[in-house]
């Protein structure tokens, strides 16, 4: 089985997760209850950085429509042991509307801050809104860390 035939079952794969999983995160019941905590910051299993962008692994302050950008969040475990996450990270314009849903899972060490990020293309200039939000996993949400926010401002590519 050569890498060209391996890649197609990912993608074939990837794919099904992704349609299974946006219904669920477009639902407002998972995003209102990850608003709606009241659970103290500091009684939480980690801490969640707002979502910087970045290309080519540097900050950048200009950007613009049609570049690839890392949209990255930092995940801190204040647990005595490793601790199994599931970081959602959403991109959406001024109207509300989402544009981008990245889901990247992984073990956050103990007190170690560990990157999560997932690509984005923006097609549309204008003001945008990055959030992260962490979870333990989909089969059993558990919210681990308060979500982070930022926001960031895409101008027109030149052409």
């Not at 089985?1 to 407002?28: D, E, F, H, K």
């Not at 170690?112 to 989909?138: E, K, M, N, R």
Request: aromatic letters at 4%; one cysteine or more.
């Amino acid at each position: 089985m050569g890498w060209r035939t391996s890649l197609s079952r990912v993608r074939v794969a990837t794919s099904i997760l992704i349609l299974t999983v946006i219904p669920i995160l477009t639902s407002s019941s998972i995003l209102t209850a990850v608003n709606a905590t009241s659970i103290p910051e500091a009684a939480l299993p980690a801490s969640l950085s707002a979502p910087i962008v970045v290309m080519d692994s540097r900050p950048t302050t200009e950007l613009t429509t049609g570049e690839q950008l890392f949209v990255i969040t930092k995940l801190t475990n204040r647990m005595e042991q490793e601790l199994p996450a599931v970081v959602v990270i959403q991109v959406h314009d001024s109207e509300g509307v989402i544009e981008s849903i990245g889901i990247v899972s992984g073990i956050a060490p103990v007190g170690t801050p560990i990157s999560f990020g997932s690509c984005w293309i923006p097609l549309h200039a204008g003001g945008y809104v990055l959030q992260s939000f962490a979870i333990s996993s989909f089969e059993t949400p558990d919210i681990l860390a308060k979500p982070g926010e930022s926001n960031l401002t895409i101008v027109a590519a030149l052409k």
